[in-house]
């Protein structure tokens, strides 16, 4: 199995390997990411007032290359000694400006305008999501649900993740996501950001204006009856072939009375059923070194 020491990159390789997984997720706490510089990083330079896309001004750019690295979204080129952002495939997270690497200042961020920032909202950890008030995700997710009661006993969490690791997404893929679930009854969480994004309610369908707009993930949740376990399980195997990005499905059970999971009753043992934990996946390094 060829890997990322093949010379290959990790969003080349794990596009070309499996585009789902389902694991199982722990509650546990969680808190935003350090907006604090890198050691020894220049003083952050001042935002534009407004802007199409975020950028890098040529008349500053020395062609270090510091910024290539950055970029998750590999969005960044060096070209004729000078570095360059493609709007397209940027996802307008700020990585590359927050890190302050450039040596003279020359990543320009600016202020978005719809629908342009919705990348933004949902790729940079440190914008708060207007619809719900959270930092980040946008959404208090399973991990929270002993404080907010999402699902219950007899209940499934489903949160289904498109675009993490390393590839990104499309709001053109989160609609598919959302279309599938909706054609099955199933509706989308009101606590959870992508919910006021929706413009037909019967169909799941989002504003055609956004649909092409790229962002690094997106955490999407549902709770349905514990009855359609196996419905879940179809649902994922057919987004599996309409998905164009990489996805993740996480699954979330309360404890019965006993404190035992009835999580293999319902999804059987060919699941992947991660340790009791906080466990984080994306390291591809180690799927090569380990595959088959």
């Not at 990411?33 to 896309?53: E, L």
């Not at 994004?197 to 009856?225: M, R, W």
Request: aromatic residues 6%.
């Amino acid at each position: 199995m060829s890997g990322p020491g093949d010379g290959m990159s990790r969003r080349t390789f794990l596009d070309k390997t499996a585009k789902t997984g389902l694991v199982v997720y722990s509650l546990g706490s969680w808190s935003p990411i350090s907006a604090a510089p890198m050691p020894g990083a220049r003083p952050s330079p001042a935002v534009a007032k407004t802007g199409p896309v975020r950028y890098i001004d040529k008349s500053k750019c020395i062609g270090c290359g510091s910024c290539l690295p950055l970029c998750p979204m590999e969005a960044i080129t060096l070209a004729n000694e000078k570095s360059a952002i493609d709007p397209n495939e940027c996802a307008e997270c700020g990585t590359c400006w927050r890190a302050r690497v450039c040596p003279v200042d020359a990543i320009t961020p600016v202020q978005l305008e719809w629908p342009r920032l919705l990348r933004e909202m949902f790729s940079n950890p440190l914008v708060v999501k207007k619809s719900t008030g959270v930092i980040g995700r946008g959404t208090e997710e399973t991990k929270a649900n002993d404080a907010t009661n999402r699902y219950k006993r007899g209940q499934i969490g489903v949160i289904v993740e498109p675009g993490r690791p390393v590839l990104g997404a499309r709001f053109h893929d989160v609609e598919k996501i959302l279309k599938k679930f909706r054609s099955r009854g199933y509706e989308v969480v009101s606590q959870n950001p992508v919910a006021d994004l929706i413009a037909d309610q019967k169909t799941g369908a989002l504003n055609p204006e956004i649909l092409n707009e790229k962002i690094i993930s997106c955490v999407i949740e549902f709770v349905v009856p514990d009855t359609s376990a196996h419905d879940v399980m179809t649902l994922v195997r057919e987004l599996s072939v309409e998905v164009e990005s990489v996805f993740s499905v996480s699954i979330a059970l309360r404890a019965d009375e006993q404190g035992k999971s009835r999580f293999e009753e319902l999804f059987g043992p060919d699941v992947y059923h991660l340790p009791n934990g906080k466990v984080n996946l994306g390291a591809a390094e180690n799927v090569a070194k380990g595959g088959a």
